[in-house]
């Protein structure tokens, strides 16, 4: 095993990684993760870690909303992601599935709605994730952008779908711990910072869980 434990942030292209990533490192202006608006552009699985920081963070090459002419490379980028989880899974102490709630809808009446044979790909990473037992928090991302109406109708819509698939999403505050049954989400904006003091304090509770337990 690596000598630091890994913070796992995974969710398709443009949904707000890198920013997440640059809040939770000690020193953000050391980290040269790409902050931006081009879908794809973390392209590398390459761990970060700086001296003040007691894990690592894998920011997983994002992938979804290519073009179409990317197909070949989208597939490309979805095996070295499960390859990599299927050979470090035992690193990682929590995982963090990053949504845009600006497209939830779209992506759920992609799949759910216009193609029932296929699965949203949103839930088709947690559900991989979920077979390997990492421990998972559902960062609804952008809220600041969605008014309070949209906000309240998307997570319901979400929570639904979910539970369609199998998936029970619950509210951090009403999470009571065993994640291999319900899985916790929380709102969220990079932008705003809103409720990072609440995302560090659950990580960190992950964190000194699985050392106790290694």
């Known amino acids: 095993m690596s000598q630091k434990p890994s913070l796992l942030i995974i969710g398709n292209s443009n949904v707000g990684k890198s920013s997440i990533t640059k809040l939770l490192v000690p020193k953000p202006s050391e980290f040269k ?8 552009s973390t392209l590398l699985i390459k761990p970060i870690t700086q001296a003040q920081m007691p894990y690592k963070i894998v920011d997983l090459p994002g992938f979804g909303y290519m073009k179409s002419s990317s197909h070949r490379r989208e597939e490309h980028i979805k095996q070295k992601i499960v390859k990599h989880i299927e050979k470090h899974h035992t690193d990682y102490f929590f995982g963090l599935v990053v949504l845009n709630i600006l497209r939830i809808e779209d992506e759920l009446n992609k799949y759910y709605i216009e193609n029932t044979e296929t699965i949203p790909l949103s839930f088709e990473l947690i559900s991989f994730l979920m077979e390997y037992q990492i421990p998972l928090l559902i960062i609804i ?11 309240r109708r998307i997570l319901r819509y979400l929570i ?3 539970q369609h ?3 029970d999403l619950v509210h951090l505050n009403d999470f009571y711990g065993d994640y291999l049954v319900n899985i916790p989400y929380l709102e969220f904006s990079a932008t705003e910072k809103t409720n990072l003091g609440t995302l560090k304090k659950i990580i960190h509770t992950y964190l000194s869980s699985y050392k106790r337990n290694k």
């Open 160 to 162: 639904k779908v979910s």
């Open 33 to 40: 993760g790409k902050v931006g608006k081009t879908p794809g």
């Open 141 to 151: 991302n952008k809220i600041d952008k969605a008014s309070s109406f949209d906000k």
């Open 165 to 167: 698939y199998g998936f």
